[in-house]
């Protein structure tokens, strides 16, 4: 198994070896460094309107804060090497309601503080040191490959396969990836490729490898070049394609929840890897219209765009052992056949910029993005008891809510906005039912579920434009500092 591993990290050792002469080959040179330092700080309200933990509806509303503060460091060393350093601080209280506390030690108005690396990369650039066709990335990368996904959307980084969970968190449609990227461009900057090689960092089992390639085309508007008529992407991923911690806990035996049969009687364990799949397109009328129309509006408004992704391209027939007398046979499980359907793993996202036209100075917003999210899975939206020693890739139960509520659980929403009130100041808000997840300090009290399930009756897109008909949901607002 060791050398299986090793041989499926043999690209990236010849990759790191030829960086390795590259750096060797400028050593020599004199060459100007330069440091600049950037930062953010942020205070962030809200609220969940409705909702629930552990299946359990709130009680009352429960508040959100949070406060962050970020120090940013670029560091040029030499012509091709640039490091970048961004520790972040960030204060918080529990978001779960004080009805579902342990101890008085766990009160939501309790402070915590948590210290972390936001982003930690060194970035290696190859080519034209003023145009680089490519450039290999090893750290802590700060990873997004959908530019117009503002909360729904990023699938092949928030989402597992076993079980088809998504995640999404406020001002937050990007990926913190502990691993290695090697990027190119070609064709004037049209045409892009990205190869990543990155480890889980939260969810158990931790650190099992996975490789990822993603693809994109953009073209220029054809009346107003500064403009994108459209953008396209597609990418495949290899999701937890080398198991760290050896093929038992990535494929766990130790349970028999996990176990099934095949129709032929073979035992079998369901296994948390498997190949993902996206598409995504953003098309944008600006770029047939003239730069005196563009000139009123921003660069995002007037963008209509989607994407869709399969979280699992292999479909599991899951079937139970009938022992009758001495004769064995092998019935299809109607109740608990989670991954025979692979359109119920289909997350497909659409979404439309408002346009907010620049009167003189004066302009609303600078971004309001409308986001529309169809996602078919009956099961409960979570990673299930992945904690240390009880693993599992198969969905969480239904407990006090009914097994219905998580099939009518198909449509999401979210309402995300932005506006720079001065340099340096900007107001983002958002109202959602998405997949947010609850902040907690003791692990004791994680829900691995999302917040927003229980719906009262969205049963149609329509219903989506209809605040009665949302059910579970939120709101939240954020205060931002920048120099």
Known sequence: MILAKLIRLCPVIMLLCASSSLIAQEGNASVDRSIILSGMTAFEMGQFVRGHHR???????????????QLRVDAQIGERLKIIVTPEV?????????????????????????????????????????????????????FKYNPDAHNLGE?????????AYIMTSFDYA??????????????KNRFSADALLTFEPDIHPIMDGSITILTGYRQPGFIDESSELCNIGAGISFDRAIPVSGEVITTPENSARNKYYTKSGEEKYYSFGGKKLMARLSLDPKGVLPQSFNSYFNQDDWKLFFEVAVLGTKNIERYNQVINGPDTTYEVDTASNYYNNRKERIPFMLGFNV????IGKFRLWDLCSFQLEY?????????????FGYENPIPKPPQSYPKRAYELDNWKFSLFMKKEIITGFT????????????????ESQRDEEEVFTKTDD????????????WGEYGWWLKLQYNF
């Open 55 to 69: 299946q359990k509806e709130f009680e009352y509303r429960p508040w959100l804060n949070r406060f962050y503060g």
């Open 90 to 142: 960030k204060l918080w209280y529990d978001s779960y309601p004080i009805t579902d506390m342990p101890d008085r030690s766990s009160f939501p108005f309790r402070m915590r503080s948590q210290v972390t690396l936001a982003q930690g990369e060194g970035i290696l650039s190859y080519g034209d040191v003023d145009n680089p066709w490519g450039e290999l990335a090893v750290g802590m990368l700060h």
């Open 155 to 163: 699938y092949m980084f928030r989402t597992g396969v076993h079980p």
């Open 174 to 187: 990007f990926a913190r990836l502990p691993g290695m990227r090697f990027s190119t461009n070609f064709f």
């Open 355 to 358: 346009p907010f036209p620049t």
């Open 375 to 387: 996602y078919g899975w009956p099961y409960t939206n979570s990673f299930y008891d992945q904690g």
């Open 427 to 442: 107001l983002i808000g958002q109202v959602a039912r998405d997949h947010t997840r609850h902040d907690s300090f003791y």
């Open 458 to 469: 969205i049963t149609s897109i329509w219903h989506v434009f209809n605040p009665k008909k």
